[in-house]
């Protein structure tokens, strides 16, 4: 096992969803439903499975895409979302 991969990806992920959408979602489903428990099992699974989804795609892409040019593409989608997001278009 790889601590210091492991440790910096859980740093990375845990900051990026602090107040995110999911977390959102998360609050929404506890507060109408009123079983946190099962809201927790269910976005466990859910997150879990998307993560594996990343995963298996990244591996994939890595023996297609160098990891330098895979940064780039991806700086370059988080630039074009938040251009539009800040003029409104998404």
Do not use: N
């Amino acid at each position: 096992m790889d601590w210091k991969v492991l440790l910096s990806t859980f740093a990375l992920l845990f900051v990026a969803e602090l107040g995110d959408k999911t977390q959102l979602a998360v609050i929404s489903m506890t507060c109408k439903h009123g079983k946190p428990w099962a809201v927790f099992t269910g976005a466990t699974l859910a997150l879990a499975l998307v993560t594996l989804l990343g995963v298996v795609g990244g591996r994939a892409l890595s023996s297609i895409v160098p990891a330098s040019v895979m940064t780039k593409i991806a700086s370059a989608a988080f630039i074009v979302l938040g251009v539009l997001m800040w003029f409104e278009v998404l």
